[in-house]
């Protein structure tokens, strides 16, 4: 079931004060994210791929998918940045669900997945599963250079009706804040 953007929006509101105008586009947009990038940024964004690996899908994770436990799932972790890092990015693809020339983007190119989408002419639409403010990790820590609180929004890109990938994107309250 997908959430209430803006019921969760509120909500968040209500525990850390008044969300930017940029930060409430980038929780609840149905668009790409690099695209939004692009434009405050005034330029091209670019992707560092972290980690990037063929995982059995867990039963997490399979059930996030609907797909069987035991599938090979694409787990990939990025960092899109400008000239500093603006979003992590979590990600987790059945490869089932995508044929190779996808396949192949995903696996060698430091490439937005919205910019995949857009080169494949996958129609797609994506489903918002929560949007929430969650402690850092170590890394994340490491990667934004803060202790600050992270906004987070969890969705689905949906593709002929299936879960085409599951993305968890995060960045510091302290970004876009204005």
Avoid at 45 to 69: G, M
């Amino acid at each position: 079931m997908d959430v209430n953007v803006m019921d969760e929006v509120n909500r968040l509101e209500k525990i850390m004060g008044t969300l930017s105008n940029t930060q409430k586009i980038l929780l609840s947009t149905d668009g790409s994210v690099t695209t939004i990038l692009d434009v405050l940024t005034g330029g091209r964004v670019n992707i560092k791929t972290l980690t990037q690996e063929f995982i059995p899908a867990d039963h997490k994770i399979s059930r996030e998918l609907a797909i069987p436990q035991g599938d090979t799932v694409n787990y990939r972790v990025v960092v899109i940045g400008h000239e500093d890092p603006l979003i992590h990015a979590i990600s987790y693809i059945p490869l089932n669900r995508i044929d190779n020339d996808f396949k192949e983007d995903i696996i060698r190119a430091d490439i937005p997945i919205g910019r995949i989408l857009k080169k494949h002419q996958v129609e797609s639409r994506r489903e918002i599963k929560s949007v929430k403010l969650e402690e850092p990790s170590a890394d994340l820590k490491t990667i934004f250079n803060t202790n600050s609180m992270m906004l987070t929004r969890t969705y689905n890109i949906i593709h002929n009706d299936e879960i085409l990938i599951r993305i968890k994107e995060t960045f510091p309250v302290t970004l876009f804040d204005k």
